[in-house]
């Protein structure tokens, strides 16, 4: 159909890179060594997921939200946080 319509694009490259992520993913909780370590390795891939969506630099956020955490006030930890991250 792609051939009658412009807009449309004869392969889905671009689809396949947004989802490579996710595989490579898979792949790596099979070694994540337990239920529990699967779990905190797929959190720590949606934060760096967040900090890329966001611009925000992962090693930065890191190190700032590792020096911070411990004096930060419990009911603001929301602000540490990629998409409300300030540098």
């Known amino acids: 159909y ?10 889905n490259n671009p689809c ?3 989802i490579r992520p996710v595989a490579l993913g898979r792949k790596n909780f099979l070694f ?3 239920e529990k370590g699967a779990q ?13 969506m966001n611009n925000v630099n992962p090693f930065e956020w890191l190190k ?4 911070r955490i411990n004096n930060h006030p419990v009911n603001r930890l929301n602000e540490l946080l990629p998409h409300n991250w300030k540098s």
């Open 2 to 11: 792609y051939v009658n319509d412009g807009m449309l694009h004869p392969d």
């Open 16 to 18: 396949e890179r947004n």
């Open 32 to 34: 994540a060594g337990s």
């Open 40 to 52: 905190r390795l797929a959190m720590l891939y949606s934060l760096i997921g967040t900090c890329a």
């Open 64 to 67: 700032d939200v590792f020096d």
